[in-house]
């Protein structure tokens, strides 16, 4: 799944904005669904940021894409969570419009 969310700041603020706030996403996703949940993050570069997400025993690998008008979110969800799809992206559309604004 493909989520795009549009900006205007520009990539080192994005960037910026993001850094301060990547240790809180599993703590903000666990409210969010009600459910224990682990998020690690790497910076593949300054660009490209990995997140390995598990919640409720399943692994949703997740990248994420600063380009200059938009981030992109490439989620990898498992054919069990197909139900949840929606809310997945309505979550991360929501927390990513917040984390912009």
Do not use: C, N, Y
Not at 26 to 54: C, F, I, N, P, R
Not at 62 to 69: F, G, R, Y
């Amino acid at each position: 799944m493909r989520i795009a969310i549009p900006h205007t700041l520009g990539k080192d603020e994005v960037r910026r904005r993001i850094e301060t706030k990547v240790g809180r996403v599993g703590e903000k996703a666990s409210e969010t669904l009600g459910a224990m949940v682990t998020v690690e993050t790497s910076w593949v570069d300054a660009d490209h940021l990995q997140m390995d997400v598990s919640a409720m025993g399943f692994e949703v690998p997740t990248a994420l894409a600063i380009e200059d008008s938009q981030i992109v979110f490439d989620v990898e969800v498992p054919a069990m969570l197909g139900f949840a799809r929606k809310m997945i992206e309505q979550a991360i559309t929501e927390k990513g419009t917040k984390l912009l604004a």
